[in-house]
């Protein structure tokens, strides 16, 4: 059980540098609310991506027999998944508790920028 711990471990050294460098940068740049949602888009991404890579992975070591490469990337297929659902719970969270956050802003509409309405002139109005 340890051993199996043990090899997952530089996996999450790398995704919690790269965690902390992202959100860093982008609450520098932008603003702590906007780094965290940046970071949220991102790990949503990346483990989703890992979860699929290492799911191959252990679908391809199944079908070949590889019993060694099979328990490795099933190891690291059950950390991305975690990742997967603790990055969903913390989106979850983040929306909860800031909620204008949930709605993106829409491009505004003025009445003369109709596209089915045809120009009209001023002295005509």
């Not at 998944?81 to 983040?94: D, Y």
């Not at 909860?96 to 003025?110: A, D, Y």
Request: glycine content about 6%; aromatic content about 10%; charged content about 15%.
């Amino acid at each position: 059980m340890v051993a199996r711990l043990s090899r997952i471990v530089p996996l999450l050294i790398v995704l919690a540098v790269v965690a902390g460098i992202v959100y860093l940068v982008a609450a520098w740049r932008y603003s702590p609310n906007r780094g965290k949602e940046i970071l949220i888009r991102l790990f949503t991404w990346l483990t989703g991506a890992l979860s699929v890579v290492f799911l191959l992975i252990s679908l391809y070591a199944l079908l070949d027999g590889n019993a060694l490469i099979l328990d490795l990337g099933a190891s690291f297929l059950v950390a991305a998944l975690i990742g997967l659902g603790i990055t969903r719970i913390c989106r979850a969270v983040f929306v909860r508790n800031h909620p204008g956050w949930k709605q993106k802003p829409v491009r505004t509409t003025h009445p003369d920028d109709h596209p089915r309405r045809p120009f009209t002139p001023p002295w005509k109005r």
